[in-house]
């Protein structure tokens, strides 16, 4: 089993780029969520899914668009990325839908937006 | 507000133990998680605790007082491998995660 993978791990974008960060899980899980991780904060919450083709908004969701085409690829999108976007993005899985369950996480994927 | 409170860092020496403190004011309460997050890697489970009271997992605990809004993650006999931030993350009425800055911990021989 290779968990939950992300891909890319690392980029660097020019503001006004676009991009999609990728994750897929193998463990046959319901959720997936992704989070963003800022120095001195909390992990946010971004977008997740409770299912294929169901998505909701999390704490900040502005500047993002997810897609879950499967149960076990849930992707990220930057349409137009700006510099308060830099940051490290951690894509998760949990077996029970919402967040009663652990949580499985990707190794993160560092952005930067110049 | 939401509201999760932990130190920045901590210092401890190897072979010791150490108490790392979180408390939370949240809107609901339906358990609170501790992860170890390695630098530069994914935070990785390690506790739950939705009742009042002392959990134990091997050289690690956690501790749980719903009623003082409080937690602690206690870790015995300290290895350098436990250098690490550890994330305490409340589950709140509406069933979502709230975390907190974390606590960088650091080993010294």
């Known amino acids: 089993n290779a968990g939950v993978t992300q891909t890319p791990k690392f980029q660097v974008l020019k503001t006004g780029q676009s991009m999609t960060l990728q994750c897929a899980q193998d463990m046959n899980h319901e959720y997936m969520s992704w989070y963003r991780q800022d120095p001195g904060m909390g992990l946010r919450l971004i977008h997740y899914s409770v299912g294929a083709g169901i998505t909701d908004q999390g704490e900040v969701p502005n500047g993002y668009n997810v897609s879950r085409l499967n149960k076990r690829e849930f992707s990220l999108r930057l349409e137009s990325a700006a510099p308060s976007q830099t940051s490290v993005y951690f894509c998760?899985?949990?077996?029970?839908?919402?967040?009663?369950?652990?949580?499985?996480f990707g190794p993160g994927t560092r952005l930067t937006v110049t | 507000g939401q509201n999760i409170d932990q130190p920045t860092e901590m210092t401890a020496t190897e072979g010791a133990i150490v108490q790392i403190n979180c408390t939370y004011q949240?809107?609901?309460?339906?358990?609170l998680f501790w992860y170890q997050q390695h630098a530069g890697e994914a935070p990785t489970f390690l506790s739950y605790?939705?009742l009042d009271g002392l959990e134990e997992k091997g050289r690690f605990s956690s501790f749980l007082s719903r009623s003082k809004g409080y937690s602690y993650l206690l870790l015995k006999e300290l290895q350098m491998k436990d250098s690490a931030s550890y994330l305490c993350a409340v589950l709140d009425s509406n069933y979502q995660l709230i975390w907190g800055a974390g606590t960088k911990l650091i080993i010294k021989p």
């Open positions: 998760a899985s949990s077996y029970l839908a919402g967040e009663v369950d652990e949580q499985y």
């Open positions: 605790n939705v």
């Open positions: 949240t809107s609901g309460f339906n358990g």
